[in-house]
């Protein structure tokens, strides 16, 4: 017998109920937002905009006492992000995410996706529609890397949740200007590998590498909302709030949410000079988006420089989906970019990796930091190199 259930870390799933033998269907998770970010999206976006309830997580575990196929329907609503729900699909088994394959997935548009699987005796696999990472596991990883790095990194708390789970940054040597890389705080967007794929880059003792830690202070935020995480939210956190458009309450000195104060805070404290925001999608269904700040939000005197990193990450990529952030943007001032950018004359991007594996997506994220960091320090930096050493071996 097959028991199906949402009920665990990073769980998402709505009501489930048997639609036949081994087969089950299950609703997206309820996810209610605040009325005036409802009204936002009603007003600017026709009640779209940022979807909801999207992700898609559930547990199968098996008691009987030999191999049985199990069928998952996931229904989509109006309100469930239809558009991001393309295959592939995800299975946790074994110790690792991998595809459900292409015959064992029935996509039907913006309706449901079946999948069927072979759960074996005593087996407790996992069905999600992204390779979601646990806050546990996180900070585990996190720890890890530091304590095998011997001094390169360190962690630091920049607040705790309503649920008192930590908010916690990487961070590098300091330096005259600051990268910061993060995550985006959607949960249903799981950006948490890419980001500490960055990390172990600036691990691999090359010659770029070392000089860039020469040159930037690397701080780097996996898991921004590890409440909205932990309960399989979209957007939201714990208490149903959206801490991604938090920041101009934060900044106006109004109440916000724990996770966009303890980040704006740290925001203050370091004052990056670029910030490159992760959203993952796990598809090929449309090509890399990026939102880069319009050059209106910076003083003539920075448009060199902001023009040169952006014309380096505009070619990474052959075809792009762009859309710059200018100032009369609905909902613009509760964002981060634009308060990063109008405080600080942060370069602010959000990017949304559009590649099917995880391997895919990290090595992409490493690309994009690498074009970024170097286009920031310049052609005088990038022409001045130290001689190469050379021991015999």
Request: aromatic share 10%; net charge negative.
């Amino acid at each position: 017998m097959i028991h199906i259930d949402a009920d665990f870390e990073c769980g998402s799933g709505g009501e489930i109920c048997k639609i036949g033998e081994s087969a089950y269907a299950v609703e997206p998770k309820p996810e209610l937002v605040p009325d005036w970010f409802l009204k936002a999206l009603d007003q600017h976006f026709g009640g779209a905009g940022v979807p909801r309830e999207y992700a898609f997580h559930v547990r199968l575990r098996s008691s009987a006492s030999e191999p049985l196929q199990c069928s998952v329907r996931c229904i989509f609503t109006q309100t469930s992000g239809k558009g991001y729900m393309a295959p592939p699909y995800w299975m946790y088994q074994g110790g690792r995410w991998r595809p459900v394959a292409d015959e064992q997935t029935k996509y039907v548009e913006h309706e449901y996706v079946d999948l069927t699987v072979t759960v074996s005796p005593g087996e407790v696999i996992r069905l999600a529609n992204k390779p979601y990472v646990s806050t546990i596991q996180m900070q585990e990883d996190m720890q890890d890397l530091v304590s095998m790095t011997d001094g390169l990194f360190s962690i630091r708390e920049l607040g705790r949740t309503e649920e008192n789970r930590s908010i916690l940054a990487l961070e590098t040597e300091p330096r005259d200007e600051t990268i910061l890389v993060g995550a985006t705080m959607q949960p249903a967007e799981p950006a948490a590998h890419p980001v500490m794929a960055v990390a172990h880059w600036l691990t691999d003792r090359s010659m770029l590498t070392q000089r860039l830690l020469a040159r930037f202070q690397f701080c780097l935020i996996p898991m921004p909302n590890p409440d909205g995480t932990a309960h399989g939210r979209s957007v939201t956190n714990a208490v149903g709030e959206v801490p991604m458009f938090g920041f101009g309450h934060v900044v106006r000195g109004e109440p916000a949410p724990a996770e966009s104060v303890a980040l704006w805070r740290y925001a203050e404290q370091i004052k990056p000079a670029a910030y490159m925001e992760f959203h993952t999608h796990y598809q090929n269904n449309r090509f890399h988006k990026l939102n880069p700040m319009s050059i209106d939000w910076f003083p003539e005197s920075m448009h060199e420089r902001v023009h040169r990193v952006e014309d380096a990450l505009m070619h990474i990529n052959a075809a792009w989906r762009v859309t710059p952030l200018t100032p009369d943007l609905p909902l613009i001032e509760c964002g981060k970019f634009a308060n990063l950018t109008a405080q600080y004359h942060t370069l602010s991007y959000c990017y949304q990796i559009y590649t099917i594996t995880e391997e895919a997506t990290c090595a992409h994220a490493v690309t994009v930091v690498s074009t970024l960091a170097q286009a920031l320090a310049g052609p005088d930096w990038a022409a001045d190199l130290p001689e190469v050493r050379i021991e015999r071996g």
